[in-house]
């Protein structure tokens, strides 16, 4: 059975009727044996994603992958019935999708965590650090808040109220031991010969001639405070208990040239978990609380 990608585009009409206010989707697709299983994805072209496909057709379950060029697409097209699951968010990021859309997908499978590092071209260290200099962070919400705790894991600053994932640089503390600057993400590494140290999004360590072995602080994937951050297979709350979907799960958790070609093609940064779906779901409900408190 062959694979079978699709663009984006092929479900703008569907998609662009829902955001209007209309019906749009087929519903239950891919719950019946012998129908297609479709799952969005914001990078079909990792060569792992063909493994994945050709490995479920070995199972008997036929997968299109659906590719999409924004993240704010496959969430919006899973809730219309255009997706069965998608495969490209953490918990948080679905969680803040929830509320405001006041939806109710959930995760049903874990897949990796990508570290977010602390990088130096001046120290080798964090303890090497000055007190007083400058730390560069991504200026965008989530990843100014995940930066902010890697540098009070490092001891670097201290955050109002020991910090959140809705921490920013005005939650800084005086008594701190460096100063924070707040920079478009793309900048943080650009912006390291002007700066002590600056966190990098794994995206842009290849262009500034870094890898992920050069960080000199990271958050720890096993540290339970990292759940929200796992990214996740996500499934309409109806679908979250679906044999099929979960098999699919299975099959990207135990295949190892799936799981090697995740890490391949995340430049080794990836970090593959297996955190029970009970843990997810515990971890989705308490950021959505906390982000609708946050409102």
């Known amino acids: 059975m062959s694979k079978k990608f699709v663009s984006a585009a ?5 998609l662009a009727l829902l955001l209007a206010g209309c019906a749009g989707g087929s519903a239950e697709a891919g719950s019946e044996p012998g129908e297609v299983v479709r799952i969005g994805v914001v990078n079909s072209g990792d060569a792992y994603w063909e493994t994945f496909t050709e490995t479920a057709a070995d199972e008997g379950i036929e997968v299109e992958i659906v590719n999409f060029t924004e993240y704010t697409q496959p969430n919006p097209a899973l809730a219309a019935g255009e997706l069965d699951l998608n495969q490209f968010q953490h918990v948080i990021y679905l969680a803040t999708y929830n509320v405001q859309s006041d939806d109710d997908l959930q995760p049903i499978g874990s897949t990796a965590i990508y570290p977010l590092g ?25 990843n100014q ?18 910090g959140s994932i809705f921490s ?30 600056a966190i990098v999004n794994n995206d842009f360590l290849a262009d500034a001639g870094l890898t992920a072995d050069d960080a000199i602080a990271q958050d ?20 979250a208990d679906n044999p099929t979907y979960l098999k699919l799960v299975e099959i990207y ?6 799981l090697d070609g995740v890490v391949e093609a995340s430049g080794g940064t990836a970090v593959l ?3 029970p779906v009970e843990d997810l779901v515990t971890s989705l409900a308490e950021v959505e609380e906390a982000t609708r408190d946050h409102q």
């Open 10 to 14: 092929a479900l703008a009409l569907p």
């Open 118 to 142: 602390l990088y130096s071209t001046q120290y080798e260290s964090v303890d090497d650090i000055p007190e007083g200099s400058t730390v560069a962070v991504p200026n965008d919400e989530s």
């Open 145 to 162: 808040a995940r930066g902010l705790l890697v540098l009070q894991s490092a001891g670097l600053i201290e955050l109002a109220d020991g």
């Open 168 to 197: 920013t640089v005005a939650d800084v503390l005086p008594e701190s031991k460096v100063k924070v600057e707040a920079l478009e993400a793309s900048f943080t590494a650009t912006s390291l010969p002007d700066v002590a140290a």
């Open 220 to 239: 720890d994937p096993a540290d339970p405070a990292a759940i929200p951050y796992i990214n996740i297979f996500a499934a309409k709350a109806e679908d």
């Open 253 to 258: 958790q135990e295949t190892q040239e799936i």
């Open 273 to 275: 978990v297996q955190t």
